[in-house]
């Protein structure tokens, strides 16, 4: 169990690291098009990493 929460909270810190590159990008000085496939590629990390803490939640009970 403790292997699952440390994963999860790892997880956590990354979405969150993304999200704050996100909101910094808002404010960077760059062409419109470049910013938003950023923000596009940054929002498909951030989904993965949404699919593999559900994979982690529903698999993690056999996962200690």
Do not use: C
Request: proline share 0%.
């Amino acid at each position: 169990m403790r292997q699952k929460q440390l994963v999860t909270k790892k997880l956590d810190q990354v979405v969150n690291s993304l999200g704050t590159l996100l909101f910094k990008l808002r404010s960077a000085n760059m062409e419109a098009k470049q910013s938003e496939d950023i923000r596009t590629f940054i929002t498909e990390i951030k989904e993965q990493i949404d699919d593999i803490q559900t994979l982690i939640n529903n698999e993690g009970n056999e996962w200690i």
